[in-house]
């Protein structure tokens, strides 16, 4: 077959030729994985130690070295990214008013070199009042005479007009100007930033070391020790001008002479028993400059804190007439405490106390019926365990006097409570009406008489509740038509404290076996149902 020429057809490969089988190393024997003999080296001994020293000649032999490989291919972006320019500039802002003409504001503007977008923020000043950090968010920014800000547009000492307002470049950091100088820009001169007049006026506020202003604690005038937390109390007659005639209505001054302050209040009446809130302000504390003031009899031994600017405590020693924002107000009385600081300040003697006030009679509870025109109401002790006196409580059943025929069907349980004279009303479930609490437990005065001062006003007692009388309860009317048998029983016990009608009612309303069933029995089928 060798003398056949080389030609397509005339070739011929024997398929052992083409097999080269490949020696395997791992074979199992008796059920165990071993690893077959190496087979035989294709090199001899000599030729594999010859093989070895070739090589550590040409490992520690001197070589020529390779040529370095050229540098990876990065695109504009990558290379770009990061790399901010960042300018210092102001612009100015006109103030309308004040001292100040115009306000000098710093800013910081960004450049970013891969989408050639801006960015302009205000370094934040504490208490500056003013809306500072990012002015501008980042963006492609409009030039004036047409397309987009661009970097070499951008050198020291120029205006950036951005939106109608002009920053002036200042100042750069290094890497701006590293940048700008290897791009072949011609850098200016850094030109300083202008310092603010606010600012300026601000800091030479706080460098003084003598304040004028009354904002600050430190500027307020010193105030003896005995004279702080000081309160004098004063029982005064208000004279009020309603349609043309002058009446007087009481009220409480109280005068602060640590900072010379006047207060007027309305004052209570009240026992603590009956009324837990401050009293109506009339006047809040405020200095009072002196007006017409008349002082009868009274000793006048000098002057104290501002002379003949401010309404004094000498001018308010009673009996008094003094001016206060046009309104005459006629000092009366005052309490023991203020008669002790008049007499060791002024050497004031028989100067009058305040009023006491009689309420009502001594109730059960113990309260005297006697009350000093206070303004705080005096806190109650609390109680232990209730005595079955201060627990009695009265129901009534009661009705809507309306003449709505809707309201008809409405039907009420007035709790009356002896230890202190309270009334609580609740509304009975009925359908298409929820019920519920309509007046939570207090004492509801009656109606205001004309001849009646509104200061002074009567209560509703036990004497005004029986079956059939008609209440008027803050605007609206109701009208009583039962009662417990625990009312009857009540009323059996202690006939010399309740009214003969209510006695008399009671025993009419059950003696007559009306068909009106009691309201605890009635709240009961109800619950029930």
């Known amino acids: 077959m060798s003398d056949l020429p080389l030609l397509p057809g005339y070739t011929f490969s024997t398929p052992e030729e083409r097999q080269r089988p490949i020696c395997q190393s791992l074979e199992w024997r008796k059920g165990a994985p071993l690893v077959a003999a190496p087979p035989q080296p294709l090199l001899s001994e000599a030729d594999q130690q010859d093989l070895v020293r070739q090589e550590r000649r040409l490992q520690f032999a001197s070589r020529p070295r390779r040529a370095s490989t050229p540098p990876k291919f990065l695109p504009e972006w990558a290379v770009l990214d990061k790399k901010v320019l960042r300018f210092k500039g102001y612009f100015t802002e006109q103030v309308e008013g004040g001292r100040a003409v115009c306000r000098v504001r710093p800013v910081v503007i960004y450049y970013y070199l891969v989408d050639d977008a801006i960015a302009v923020t205000e370094p934040r ?17 409009p030039h004036p ?15 950036l007009t951005l939106y109608g307002r002009h920053y002036i470049i200042c100042d750069c950091d290094p890497f701006t100007k590293e940048y700008l100088l290897s791009e072949g820009t011609e850098l200016g001169n850094p030109v300083p930033i202008p310092p603010d007049p606010y600012t300026l006026m601000r800091q030479s506020r706080t460098e003084t070391p003598h304040r004028t202003s009354d904002l600050r604690p430190h500027s307020a005038p010193l105030v003896p020790p005995q004279l702080r937390g000081v309160l004098l109390k004063f029982d005064v007659m208000v004279e009020e001008v309603e349609d043309g005639r002058s009446r007087a209505s009481p009220a409480v001054l109280l005068y602060r002479p640590q900072d010379l302050t006047v207060e007027l209040r309305q004052p209570s009446y009240f026992d603590y028993t009956e009324i837990r809130k401050f009293s109506p302000v009339i006047l809040r504390a405020v200095k009072v400059p002196l007006g017409d003031s008349s002082e009868g009899g009274v000793i006048n031994i000098g002057e104290e804190g501002e002379k003949g600017e401010w309404l004094l405590p000498r001018h308010l020693i009673p009996p008094a007439s003094v001016t206060i924002f046009g309104r005459r107000v006629l000092v009366t009385g005052c309490d023991a405490f203020t008669q002790r600081f008049l007499q060791d300040y002024y050497g004031a003697d028989n100067i009058p106390g305040m009023k006491y006030v009689e309420t009502k009679k001594p109730d059960e509870s113990g309260s005297s019926g006697k009350t000093q025109s206070d303004i705080v109401p005096r806190h109650r002790p609390r109680r232990g365990l209730l005595i079955p006196q201060d627990a009695t409580v009265l129901r009534f059943l009661a009705k809507l006097d309306s003449p709505l025929g809707t309201e008809a069907d409405r039907t009420f349980i007035l709790t009356y409570h002896v230890v202190d004279a309270t009334l609580e009303l609740t509304e009975k479930p009925r359908p298409g009406g929820l019920g519920g609490r309509i007046l939570s437990r207090m004492r509801v005065p009656k109606p205001e008489v004309e001849d009646k001062r509104s200061w002074d006003p009567d209560f509703y007692t036990l004497d005004d509740i029986y079956i059939g009388a008609p209440l008027r309860l803050w605007g609206q009317h109701y009208l009583i038509t039962g009662a417990d048998k625990h009312v009857l029983n009540y009323a059996r016990q202690h ?3 309740v009214s003969p009608q209510l006695l008399s009612s009671l025993l009419h309303h059950f003696q007559e076996g009306t068909h009106d069933k009691e309201p605890a029995d009635q709240e009961q089928e109800n619950n029930n149902m």
Do not use: A, I, K, V
């Open 125 to 141: 000043t504490p208490n500056s009042g003013l809306d500072q950090g990012r002015l501008l968010n980042r963006q492609r920014m």
């Open 145 to 159: 005479d047409g397309g987009f800000w661009h970097w070499t547009h951008l050198n020291l000492g120029e205006t």
């Open 495 to 497: 006939e010399d404290q």
